[in-house]
């Protein structure tokens, strides 16, 4: 019998290093979508609303990443900021995105969005609950970051954020030690698996998992050959994915490969960006 209570490897045991930071990665869809080879007015009018959103944000206090990316074959966005504390979060919301709210849910609806930090303040939900969005908030449990929390090539990186939700509440420990388990092979097995951080979803017996991949190669590996084949099914027998949100190049073969592994993703090209200097931990320095 398996025992679902293991210490952390030292390198997954390591205090993170994101201090108050949090992150928020989303999807938006346009509330009447286009065919196959033409996006709709909606559509074409929610990326406007975003542009103009991105061009806002990147001038507000405390934001300190802010992309635009364009998913890849349907009609949609996923939108990925980094805060430098609630603060900085709540004053976003309050300003920005309070002025382009109405404009942007004329011609557009909001899906799943996760937000990750060490902790998330009661103000900062209540931020974002506010506009209607519906939101996980997930608080760190393990982890790790390579290279001294150095940002990859946003060129050639790949961004993976995830939702797993149990079938039962009482396999959430279970969850935890099977993705303990990723966490503490792919460390040495995946040289180009960057970060894999586990957080804790309040209120439901679900995880947010983040992965950095240093390029499509790693990223197929990982499907093909490293932990993800290695614990999917164990993972699978007890929880299932909500969401997928992959960020950066990813090769036709892995996003039609991750089809036969059931995966609801959404894959997105970078748009419109900004790094504060510095950049942040919970994207990477530069």
């Known amino acids: ?27 938006w869809v346009p509330k009447e979508p286009g065919g196959r080879f033409r996006k709709s007015d909606d559509a074409k009018e929610m990326l406007q609303e975003w542009e103009d959103i991105h061009s806002s944000a990147r001038a507000s206090t405390g934001v300190l990443s802010t992309e635009i990316n364009h998913a890849v074959g349907e009609d949609a966005v996923l939108v990925h900021h980094v805060f430098a504390d609630a603060d900085a979060l709540t004053g976003y919301f309050s300003s920005t995105a309070t002025e382009h709210m109405a404009a942007l849910t004329a011609v557009a609806r909001p899906e799943l969005h996760m937000v990750r930090g060490t902790a998330i303040p009661e103000t900062a939900r209540q931020a974002i609950s506010s506009k209607g969005v519906a939101a996980a908030f997930g608080e760190h449990l393990f982890g790790y970051v390579k290279h001294d929390y150095r940002q990859p090539d946003p060129a050639t990186a790949i961004n993976v954020t995830a939702k797993w939700t149990c079938a039962e509440e009482d396999d959430l420990d279970e969850l935890r030690y099977w993705w303990q388990k990723v966490g503490t092979d792919a460390y040495d097995l995946e ?43 164990d993972i699978d027998a007890i929880a299932a994915p909500e969401a997928y949100f992959f960020r950066g190049p990813v090769s036709w073969t892995i996003r039609t490969y991750s089809k036969f592994m059931h995966l609801p993703a959404t894959y997105s090209s970078r748009g419109s960006h900004f790094t504060a200097p510095g950049g942040s931990m919970s994207d990477g320095t530069v």
């Open 1 to 27: 019998m398996t025992t679902f209570d293991e210490p952390l490897a030292d390198h997954l045991a390591a205090p993170t290093r994101l201090g108050d930071e949090i992150s928020i990665t989303g999807k």
């Open 191 to 233: 040289e180009g698996l960057l970060r894999v951080e586990a957080y804790q979803v309040t209120g439901e017996a679900a995880l947010i998992i983040h992965e950095t991949f240093e390029n499509t190669d790693t990223l197929k590996f990982h499907l093909t050959k490293g932990t993800a084949d290695r614990y999917k099914k």
